[in-house]
């Protein structure tokens, strides 16, 4: 009757003996349910500005699969890269808060890693932002009213796009 014992041991590290562990069972019930907030950072390459709802909606796939829960989506910049990103001169920077379960976070950041759409992403602790600041930074209406815009008048986004490209060769 020693062998179980042992084994019982080595799936409850954090405890000191597998009575414990059983008797309370909150050890393992706490860490799994422990909510934190993030930022991510989500690069596209500059293509997406054709198509910018389809780049939000592949974050929102890729947060709501990882049981995310969405504080707010902006997009935050348009520019040129430091250096290529296969192939990429420029991209377009969407920033999220997010809160989910810090044990569903590694599917979300292999999501982000492995998708064909994304050139970069990266995923912080949002510990130093206020709730506040995360919701101040939601843009999904100016985001809706941009690509409302660029269905009207598709050559004065595209123009715009243009001249600051123009502007950054130099």
């Keep these: 009757g020693h062998e179980p014992a042992l084994r019982t041991e080595q799936l409850t590290p954090h405890t000191e003996s597998p009575r414990t562990a059983r008797g309370t069972g909150m050890e393992t019930t ?3 349910t422990r909510i934190n907030a993030y930022e991510g950072m989500f690069l596209f390459p500059q293509t997406v500005s054709a198509d910018l709802q389809g780049a939000v909606d592949h974050i929102l796939e890729i947060l709501s699969k990882g049981g995310a829960e969405l504080i ?18 420029r991209g377009v920077y ?20 492995l998708s064909e759409r994304l050139l970069r992403s ?5 510990d130093h932002v206020t709730p506040e600041q995360m919701a101040a930074m939601e843009g999904r209406q100016q985001l809706a009213d941009e690509i409302a815009l660029r269905k009207v008048q598709p050559t004065a986004a595209d ?4 001249s600051v490209e123009a502007a950054d060769a130099e």
């Design 30 to 32: 706490m860490a799994e």
């Design 72 to 89: 707010s989506l902006c997009k935050w910049d348009e520019r040129r890269l430091a250096y290529d990103i296969k192939g990429n001169k």
């Design 94 to 113: 969407f920033l999220t808060y997010f809160k989910c379960d810090a044990q569903k976070l590694t599917a979300i950041e292999r999501d982000a890693r």
């Design 122 to 126: 990266m995923i912080v602790r949002a």
């Design 159 to 162: 123009s715009a796009a243009e």
